[in-house]
């Protein structure tokens, strides 16, 4: 939890109890149903909390925006996100019903009243559509704005986030280029200089 803190500081108590809870909650549900790696549950606030946070030191969402996390396997970036952000509404979507599971034990034990789930493929879904995609290390970039595109509402405000914005790692050189897009990058490490986060960035297409 100390990680989170040494680079945000203004949580309602509320969010600070919340984000306390999440190491227990998920030690609980991995023990049942393992969807995230035994090494990586002891480094949970780094390598899953503080990464998903990532979009929100780079992006500001407005109240009221709607928000789809797609293939958000145990819950993340969409359920550090919902606590950052409580007033914007996400929808956190899997193919793998047993993650989604997880991720609904885990929005209920910590009340997260704006998030709601689904199992389900993203081409599956039909008669919504969201102001912004995030995505976790899912999916080649090509194939994540193919799955976006449909769900993503046209004319938004210029003021509103709007597009995909995905965490990702490693050399993207060839995988942007397969995408045709030309996406906005930033380095993780230059905002939370750990080593873990040496060669992740936050890549966001509008």
């Not at 939890?1 to 309602?12: A, G, N, Q, R, V």
């Not at 998920?26 to 946070?53: G, Q």
Request: charged share 25%; glycine share 6%.
């Amino acid at each position: 939890m100390e990680i989170i803190l040494k680079y945000f500081s203004d949580f309602t108590p509320k969010q600070l109890d919340q984000f306390r809870a999440l190491a227990p909650v998920y030690k609980e549900w991995n023990e049942k149903i393992n969807v995230i790696s035994r090494k990586d549950i002891d480094a949970l606030y780094e390598k899953h909390i503080l990464h998903s946070l990532a979009i929100a030191a780079v992006t500001d969402l407005p109240d009221g925006l709607q928000v789809l996390d797609l293939g958000t396997g145990g819950g993340f970036p969409g359920i550090p996100l919902a606590i950052f952000f409580p007033e914007v509404k996400f929808h956190l979507v899997d193919s793998i019903g047993k993650k989604i599971k997880v991720v609904e034990a885990v929005a209920e034990a910590l009340n997260l009243t704006n998030v709601t789930t689904a199992h389900s493929r993203a081409e599956e879904i039909k008669n919504r559509k969201f102001d912004l995609v995030v995505s976790r290390a899912v999916a080649p970039l090509k194939d994540l704005l193919h799955w976006s595109k449909p769900l993503i509402r046209k004319g938004a405000a210029e003021d509103k986030p709007t597009g995909l914005i995905c965490l990702k790692g490693g050399d993207l050189a060839q995988e942007i280029s397969e995408s045709g897009s030309r996406p906005k990058m930033v380095n993780i490490f230059k905002i939370f200089p750990e080593e873990y986060f040496q060669e992740k960035y936050v890549v966001a297409v509008r």
